[in-house]
């Protein structure tokens, strides 16, 4: 897999960092609010699929960069809906 990394996989591998990154701030919101009034189910299960087939993807073509991000993608939208399960019904 490492031996892969060209100028190119560079280029995904930071740009990999900066969107997963910059979806962190979201979970780590929700799990303080508790709010998850704004995370509705379909969005959440089409994202979970979507994230699941690119991971899929950074696997067949051998890319670290895809392979990154989207488990770590896969591991943050997975807390998103353990939230939303456990937090749905809560009163604020």
Same mark, same amino acid.
């Given at each position: 897999? !490492?031996?892969?990394?060209?100028? =190119?996989? @560079?280029?995904?591998?930071?740009?990999? @960092?900066?969107?997963?990154?910059?979806? !962190?701030?979201? @979970?780590?919101?929700?799990?303080? =609010?508790?709010? +998850?009034?704004? !995370?509705?189910?379909?969005?959440? !299960?089409?994202?979970?699929?979507? +994230?699941?087939?690119?991971?899929?993807?950074?696997?067949?073509?051998?890319?670290?960069?895809?392979?990154?991000?989207?488990? +770590?993608?896969?591991?943050? @939208?997975?807390?998103?809906?353990?939230?939303?399960?456990?937090?749905?019904?809560?009163?604020?």
């Amino acid at each position: 897999m !490492l031996a892969n990394i060209d100028g =190119t996989e @560079v280029i995904g591998l930071i740009a990999a @960092v900066l969107t997963t990154a910059a979806f !962190l701030p979201q @979970v780590y919101h929700t799990r303080k =609010t508790k709010d +998850v009034s704004g !995370l509705s189910y379909p969005m959440l !299960l089409m994202f979970f699929i979507g +994230v699941s087939m690119w991971l899929i993807y950074g696997f067949l073509k051998d890319s670290p960069a895809l392979i990154f991000a989207n488990a +770590v993608t896969i591991i943050s @939208v997975c807390l998103l809906i353990i939230y939303k399960i456990r937090y749905h019904n809560r009163k604020r």
